[in-house]
């Protein structure tokens, strides 16, 4: 019997699950299929906070899995509602547009840390997202405007992500950096943070939820946490962790097949 029938929902992860890089992952998009043919609530979710949602939808779809913007749910869009929730106003981000627009999407005004000269505080926040153009110009923005009492929020607390050229240093990684400096404790909104999970738990409804994700830490952590039924998709040289234990490990998603 496959996973998927004792299951309402399929939660996926997408880098390392549905795609590493520009290669899609073997047997994701006959996992989705099999899903949807049973009948279950899809949602993708991302600690990526470089791309919009319409943008991961697109990236799916490379992968040969008819997905859109409402299956999406990623980090940025998760660190937006918890900023508005805070009654935020106007917040100072290390991260790209589509973040700062996310976040502008919920209503809270987002400036760019490599805009920033221009614009003085106060600040309700920091954020700390993904920039490949990051410098060492943004994290002293950062740090200079950081005040007693504020909140440093990380869209996610990954140390790192896997790209089709190896492990890149993550937004966890970045933001460790910028509370080491101001000595204070950062905040994520993205995996495996309740945030995320809270967020995605209603978007799905109620049900039986299984997560697949390839980072312990991260997605198995935080569906543990959820109370859903969490799979380990081992990655090739991954360590166990004592502390993070899957209901399921497998090596090749087409073991989720039955």
Same mark, same amino acid.
């Given at each position: 019997?496959?996973? =998927?029938?004792?299951?309402?929902?399929?939660?996926?992860?997408?880098?390392?699950?549905?795609? #590493?890089?520009?290669?899609?992952?073997?047997?994701?998009?006959?996992?989705?299929?099999?899903?949807?043919?049973?009948?279950?609530?899809?949602?993708?979710?991302?600690?990526?906070? @470089?791309?919009?949602?319409? +943008?991961?939808?697109?990236?799916?779809?490379?992968?040969?899995?008819? @997905?859109? +913007?409402?299956?999406? =749910?990623?980090?940025?869009?998760? !660190?937006?509602?918890?900023?508005?929730?805070?009654? !935020?106003?106007?917040?100072?981000? %290390?991260?790209?547009?589509?973040? !700062?627009?996310?976040?502008? !999407?919920?209503?809270? @005004?987002? #400036?760019?840390?490599?805009?920033?000269?221009?614009?003085?505080?106060? $600040?309700?926040? %920091?954020?700390?997202?993904?920039?490949?153009? =990051?410098?060492?110009?943004?994290?002293?923005?950062?740090?200079?405007? $950081?005040?007693?009492?504020? +909140?440093?929020?990380?869209?996610?607390?990954?140390?790192?992500?896997?790209?089709?050229?190896?492990?890149?240093?993550?937004?966890?990684?970045?933001?460790?950096?910028?509370? *080491?400096?101001?000595?204070? &404790? *950062?905040?994520?909104?993205?995996?495996?943070?309740?945030?995320? *999970?809270? &967020?995605?738990? +209603?978007?799905?409804?109620?049900?039986? @939820?299984?997560?697949?994700?390839?980072? %312990?830490?991260?997605?198995?952590?935080?569906?543990?946490?959820?109370? $859903?039924?969490? #799979? $380990?998709?081992?990655?090739?040289?991954?360590?166990?962790?004592?502390?993070? #234990?899957?209901?399921?490990?497998?090596?090749?998603?087409?073991?989720?097949?039955?």
């Amino acid at each position: 019997m496959s996973v =998927l029938d004792e299951h309402d929902h399929l939660v996926l992860d997408c880098d390392g699950v549905v795609y #590493v890089g520009a290669d899609a992952v073997p047997g994701a998009a006959a996992l989705v299929a099999a899903a949807r043919a049973r009948g279950l609530g899809l949602l993708f979710v991302t600690n990526d906070t @470089t791309s919009s949602a319409a +943008e991961v939808a697109a990236r799916i779809g490379r992968c040969g899995i008819d @997905t859109d +913007e409402a299956e999406v =749910l990623h980090a940025g869009r998760a !660190a937006a509602l918890h900023l508005a929730h805070a009654g !935020a106003e106007r917040v100072l981000i %290390l991260g790209t547009a589509a973040l !700062a627009d996310e976040i502008g !999407a919920a209503g809270v @005004t987002a #400036v760019r840390t490599r805009d920033a000269e221009a614009c003085d505080g106060p $600040w309700d926040a %920091l954020v700390v997202g993904q920039d490949s153009e =990051l410098s060492m110009r943004d994290l002293k923005r950062l740090v200079q405007a $950081w005040q007693p009492g504020m +909140e440093l929020l990380a869209v996610n607390g990954d140390r790192n992500y896997p790209a089709s050229d190896g492990l890149h240093v993550g937004c966890g990684a970045i933001a460790a950096a910028v509370a *080491f400096a101001v000595d204070v &404790e *950062f905040v994520v909104a993205g995996e495996p943070s309740p945030i995320l *999970f809270a &967020e995605a738990a +209603e978007r799905l409804g109620p049900g039986r @939820t299984a997560m697949v994700g390839d980072t %312990l830490a991260s997605d198995v952590a935080g569906a543990n946490a959820a109370g $859903w039924t969490s #799979v $380990w998709l081992r990655r090739p040289g991954a360590a166990d962790d004592p502390a993070v #234990v899957a209901d399921l490990t497998v090596t090749d998603l087409r073991d989720l097949l039955g």
